[in-house]
Each structure stands twice: as structure tokens, then as C-alpha cells.
């Protein structure tokens, strides 16, 4: 007879910082550039190097550690981790091992079941290594040494989670905390935020833990959620056989839709850390602990509150929008400008979210600036375009953040308000459509519905609906005479 098992899943997450510099040297960080051209001695691991800690680094890692409810710890240190590996040019990663910069935290997860707490076991700040690229028609493999020194910081959670809702629940407000702080855009499909899930079966009701594996080469939610519930039926099939879960790291294949082992699950002592001796240990004073509170942001729990008080649009709207910081900025600037909370709200919920969905991006990714919204806004408000019009000039906004005052002019899509050319098309779409005509006067009023649209498509969604509608009826009348 089956038993029942209990998942018990801890994350590895590790945040690429946006810093402009990486962590031990003056070399960018920005994505891209040619292969080992953002590269000096340190960051390439060149004999008689020194290292030089990266202050924002530091700052930002405190933040998200203050963000996380974690114990900052004043006096921290590096340590370096020893491992051969093409990509890792020292041969070793600087890593915090001994005494982390934050330790003892705990964020606050809301999934079906109600909310819960994930604890938070450690922040560490480290470095990047670089890329391996392997050519498969040279059949060798090149590495770029851009991302090595990339500054990261890797939070580990406690094994509290129970199964991918719970995840993904911790990942999205990881996320936010972290992209509300500026500290990181957080993008999986990018690489700047990668998450390493440790999992383990175990009876219910069972104290001890069971054998946990490591997956890796997790780049979505969609990734994680497969890779946790294929894992956690392959440990239970194995117990159910009278196997034994062997401790190792395996690698997640998403397209083929299953893991297979890279190697046996190292632990510190495999990697014979020490203390970094070219790096002074970390002071962290109380005057920059006060400064890096000050800064703080105001979060997500905080803006929703304020938004309730301040503007009157739905409580769903309210959720969506400060899902993300830059959307929430977005929507207060233009709001500010304008003063059309809620018609901010609906371009933002409506044909922003379509588009997103439409180029498959991420909020962070809307390039229109708030004043150009508010402007659409108030040229809809003025009567000067129509709502069709609005949305053609909208999705070029949203393409290349164009002007919309200067593209409605430039285009010659200003509402028309001359009565005389709209009679002349009226008349027109009246004498083209004699059975809409014939409909209406026999008393089917939805008739006038057909016609306003034949006369808006005439005059390519240029005219006063308003106008259109009533010059419709008015000459409708008259013919009934």
C-alpha cells in the first residue's frame, strides 16, 4: 500500500546586483559587448591581482537584507571557495561562507492555503564566474570572461516550502522586494535571477529530513514548477522500490521534460574554504545602517494601502499595477500630470497589458513615459482624437515612446468636427446601405449602430461619434418625412 509524502523544498537563490561596475573591479557590467572585452586582471584572475569590494554592492545587499527581516551582521568577511572549472579563473570564487553579510530573516508568502512564513537562512554576497559557449561545428568549447566578477548575492531559505505553489510564491516576492529596491530587474530569461531547488521527500509526520538533490538550469516559473513535481514523483518512485535517494545535483531539462544527474552533491568542506587574504573584512557601521534605511523604498503592502486612500479605481486594478515598481511609477507620474487616476488605470490594465502579453515582456520592459500617457489622455479628454484613433497612436507609443500631440499632427489624426464634410460622407453610407435604413425606420433602433460604424470606417475613425450619431438621426428624421 502507497504511503503519504510530505515534499520539503529550501531555494538557493542567486541575484545578479545592477551595479554599472562588477564587484571586485572597475569593469561594466552591462549585458552584452563583445566576448572578453568587459575584462581587466582582477575579473580575469590574472597572478598578483587585488580585489577592491564594490561599496554598492555592499549597500544593496544590506538593503535586501533589511527588506527580508534579516539580522545584518556588522563585522562580515570574504571567503574564497576552491573548484577547477573553465569558466572560474582563479581557479576559486570569492564567497561568504563563515560570516554572511545578512543571516536570519523571514518573508511573508500568500498562496491558496493563506499565508505562511519562509525563513531565510543567509544572504551572501559573491562573485559571477564567466560563460562557457560550446561550438558545436568548431566541436570545442569558448569562454567569455564578461560575467565573471558580475556582482551577485545568493539568499538561501530555510526548508520551509511544501510544494511549487509555495515556490513560486517565495520567488514573486523575492522579486518584488528586490525590484522595488532598484537592487536588480530580476529577469529569469535573462539569467539575473536563478534559483537552484533543493528537494526531499519524506513520510507525514516524519522529524528527520529526507535525502535532498540539488536541480539547476531553472530560467522560468513554468521550468520550476515542472522540475519540482517530476522530481518529487521520481524520490518517491525510488522509495517505493526500496531504493535509496542519492545526494546529487542534477540538471533540469525543460523542452525534454525530465532531470538527469551532473554529479554527486558537494559539501564545504569538498570545496576547502578559507578566508579571503587579499580582502579586509566588512565593518558595517550604525550611520550606514541608518542611511540605508532611510532609503528604503515605500513596498508593495505599503503603496496598495495608499492607493485605496488616494484613488478611486478597483482594488483588482490596485494589485495588478503595483505588482510591479515600474508600472506603480508609471501610473502615479501620469496620474500626477493629468489627474485621471482612473483613466490612467485603464490604459495601464487594458491595452498595456495586451501588448505585454501580445510581445511576451515584462512590465520593466514598457518604454512610453508618463507624460506622453497623460497627454493621450487629455487629447481623448479635448475631444481632438477619437477612442480608435487613441489606440493606433497608443501602440506606436508603446513601439517607440513617440509624442503623441506631434504624431496626431504629423499624421493628420485629428478628430473632424466639420459638419459639412461629415454630411457628405453621412449621406454617402445612408444611400450605400438602404436595408440598415429601411431596419431603422421600421422601428429596429440598433440599426443606427450598423451606420455610425460604416461612417466612422469612412472616415477612418477621425469623426465625433457623438456628431456622428447625431447627424445620423437627425438625417434619418428627415428622410422619414
Not at 351 to 370: A, G, H, M, Q, Y
Request: net charge negative; with cysteine.
Amino acid at each position: 500500500m502507497s504511503k503519504n509524502y510530505e515534499t520539503v523544498i529550501g531555494l538557493e537563490v542567486h541575484v545578479e546586483l545592477a551595479t554599472k561596475t562588477k564587484i571586485f573591479c572597475g569593469c561594466s557590467t552591462a549585458f552584452g559587448g563583445e566576448p572578453n572585452s568587459h575584462t581587466c586582471p582582477v575579473c580575469t584572475g590574472m597572478p598578483g591581482s587585488l580585489p577592491v569590494l564594490n561599496k554598492q554592492v555592499l549597500e544593496y545587499a544590506i538593503a535586501v537584507g533589511l527588506a527580508t527581516n534579516c539580522e545584518i551582521t556588522r563585522d562580515a568577511k570574504f571567503d574564497r571557495k576552491n573548484y577547477f572549472y573553465p569558466d572560474n579563473p582563479q581557479n576559486y570564487q570569492i564567497s561568504q561562507l563563515y560570516l554572511p553579510i545578512c543571516k536570519n530573516g523571514r518573508v511573508e508568502i500568500e498562496t491558496g492555503n493563506g499565508k505562511k512564513y519562509v525563513g531565510i537562512h543567509e544572504i551572501h554576497m559573491e562573485e559571477d564566474a564567466g560563460k562557457l559557449i560550446h561550438d558545436e561545428w568548431e566541436d570545442c568549447s569558448l569562454v567569455d570572461y564578461n560575467r565573471s566578477g558580475v556582482p551577485l548575492i545568493e539568499i538561501v531559505s530555510e526548508p520551509d516550502m511544501r510544494d511549487a505553489e509555495e515556490v513560486i510564491a517565495y520567488l514573486e516576492t523575492l522579486r518584488m522586494l528586490i525590484q522595488y529596491l532598484g537592487a536588480s530587474d530580476c529577469k529569469l530569461q535573462e539569467g539575473s535571477m536563478r534559483a537552484d531547488v533543493n528537494l526531499s521527500v519524506r513520510e507525514v509526520g516524519e522529524k528527520e529530513f529526507g535525502t535532498r538533490t540539488e536541480m539547476k538550469n531553472l530560467n522560468s516559473f513554468r521550468a520550476i514548477t515542472h522540475a519540482i513535481e517530476h522530481e518529487r514523483e521520481r524520490q518517491i518512485d525510488l522509495l517505493e522500490e526500496g531504493k535509496a535517494v542519492v545526494q546529487e545535483t542534477r540538471r533540469w531539462d525543460d523542452n525534454r521534460g525530465y532531470s538527469y544527474a551532473m554529479r554527486s552533491k558537494e559539501d564545504a568542506q569538498d570545496y576547502r574554504y578559507f578566508p579571503d587574504p587579499d580582502l579586509m573584512p566588512v565593518h558595517v557601521s550604525e550611520e550606514m545602517l541608518d542611511k540605508i534605511r532611510a532609503k528604503q523604498p515605500e513596498f508593495r503592502t505599503e503603496k496598495i494601502e495608499r492607493y485605496k486612500r488616494e484613488f478611486d479605481i478597483p482594488a483588482y486594478d490596485i494589485g495588478i499595477i503595483t505588482e510591479s515598481k515600474h508600472m506603480a511609477d508609471l501610473f502615479e507620474e501620469a496620474t500626477a500630470l493629468c489627474g485621471q487616476p482612473k483613466k490612467v488605470s485603464n490604459w495601464l490594465m487594458g491595452e498595456t497589458l495586451r501588448l505585454l502579453k501580445e510581445k511576451n515582456e515584462d512590465p520593466e520592459d514598457i518604454r512610453f513615459s508618463p507624460k506622453h500617457l497623460a497627454q493621450l489622455i487629455s487629447l481623448v479628454d479635448a475631444g481632438a482624437i477619437t477612442g480608435p484613433v487613441a489606440k493606433e497612436v497608443f501602440e506606436k507609443m508603446f513601439e517607440e515612446d513617440v509624442d503623441p500631440e506631434v504624431y496626431v499632427e504629423a499624421h493628420g489624426l485629428k478628430t473632424v468636427h466639420d459638419e459639412g464634410a461629415l454630411r457628405e460622407v453621412v449621406e454617402k453610407v445612408l444611400a450605400q446601405n438602404p436595408q440598415s435604413v429601411a431596419d431603422y425606420k421600421g422601428g429596429k433602433q440598433k440599426a443606427i449602430g450598423f451606420l455610425v460604424g460604416q461612417t466612422m470606417k469612412a472616415m477612418k475613425g477621425k469623426a465625433d461619434p457623438g456628431l456622428v450619431n447625431r447627424m445620423l438621426k437627425e438625417m434619418l428624421e428627415e428622410t422619414a418625412k
